[in-house]
């Protein structure tokens, strides 16, 4: 299977942005997914996560309370929803899968099966 991030670009602080993940080759509803995000010369860290029906979320200390994750297992696709960004947000986000059978978010990167390619979140002040 593939992971494909979408919706990256240039906004200004405080602007919203939605980007999407979707699969090819197999069906989403069985992983939870994972958003991770690495600026340049940082760690790749976790930002949000979310279990297979949905139901149980994770969000990092820094973006809790601004973005939001969804996913739509018809869709295939999981969609986390950035709002009043902020110009250290800027970095590039990647989604992540673990299959699962349990409502478990992992955190750490090695965590994770598969990687999307990523997209490029810049946020201007």
């Known amino acids: 299977g593939q992971l494909v991030e979408s919706g990256g670009g240039l906004v200004q602080a405080g602007d919203p942005l939605r980007l999407s993940c979707s699969a090819s080759g197999g069906p989403l509803r069985y992983y939870v997914i994972g958003w991770f995000r690495q600026a340049p010369g940082k760690e790749r860290e976790a930002v949000a996560a979310?279990?297979?029906?949905?139901?149980?979320?994770y969000y990092a200390d820094s973006v809790n309370g601004r973005f939001t994750i969804s996913r739509d297992n018809a869709k295939n696709t999981v969609y986390p929803q950035m709002n009043n960004l902020k110009t250290e947000d800027t970095a590039v986000y990647y989604c992540?899968?673990?299959?699962?059978?349990?409502?478990?978010?992992?955190?750490?990167?090695?965590?994770?099966?598969?990687w999307g390619q990523g997209t490029q979140v810049t946020v201007s002040s």
């Open positions: 979310v279990s297979r029906s949905g139901d149980v979320t």
């Open positions: 992540a899968a673990k299959a699962s059978s349990n409502s478990y978010l992992p955190q750490l990167p090695k965590e994770y099966n598969y």
